[in-house]
């Protein structure tokens, strides 16, 4: 199965299709806004499955928890009625996280709901809502704990109790922060764009300290990737799409290595050492990840529109999705 969602006419619209023949196989509609703010609108989160479970945010808070078989709703949580939360200015886009037992996403500061309930069963220091998804990571004692980024600081969080362990305060122009951090060992590397730059931090003890902090990196949206010591990403600004850039990073030092032009403000996965790159107008490109240089394998036309939507990789096979609500299935098992 495959899940998406989307938004027409005042309804969002959770999908559950066929991965490989594309028939819808159930969906779940209920009244909420496209939140167009400065752009097309519609959801910014993506669905989570989890065993027999689908988790899905909308942008005005519909927090549901779907059978993934058959559609029927599990459990409701509305986040504006229900946690007093208003919806920020860019809606909720935070995609769920499960860990030990609970569904974990970024309103407010995060906030861990029980999966099979709903019920709250913690909630972090209240703060500006950031616009991306938390991670889950163990520290060097063993203890889980969770990293998310509001549009106030990076949050090491424990996972049992949502206690915060470590802060670092993280801000952005116009409140854009919409990334997830990326954790290697010790180090923890966040970016915002709007010429937020990017920093590295480590944890010692209960403090985020920074190994540098520079403007090499500044990314809108989309979460770099970790390959071999060095960072893909995509540098730049939607509302300057042309002078985006596809970048490689090294870790280590926050040195740029090389940077590569026409993706627009796109997004990018990485599998089997390859890079999957979305471009924003439908190019679709698999690029080798290696600071030898920009190696194109392939490309092709996915569809034609604009998107900011990630592509994903499952049983040899790439979904696409523009922003007008065209998915494509692209096949590559052989």
Known sequence: RAYTIGNRGGQETVYCFDAVTGRELWKHSYECGLVDNLHLG?????????????????????????????????????????????????????????????????????????????????RAERQRTGYGSPIVIRNPQGATLLAGVTNEALNLLRAADGVTVASYPWTSDYSTTATTPVVSGRTYFISSGYGAGCALLELRDDRLEPLYRNKELSTHMCTPVLHEGHLYAIDGNSHNARQCKLICLELATGKKVWEQRGFGCGALMMADGKLLVQGDEGYLSIVNATPRGFEEIARTKAFDGHTWTMPVLSHGRIYCRSEAGTVVCLDVSR
């Open 42 to 122: 519609g959801p910014g989160s993506s669905p989570t499955i989890d065993g027999e479970q689908v988790y899905t945010l909308s942008k005005e808070g519909h927090f549901h928890c779907f059978d993934a078989a058959k559609g029927t709703v599990r459990w409701l949580v509305h986040l504006s009625k229900d946690l007093n939360v208003p919806t920020p200015e860019w809606g909720f886009t935070s995609s769920p996280l499960v860990v030990n037992g609970m569904v974990v996403i970024e309103v407010a500061g995060l906030t861990a709901f029980h999966k099979g309930t709903g019920h709250v069963v913690w």
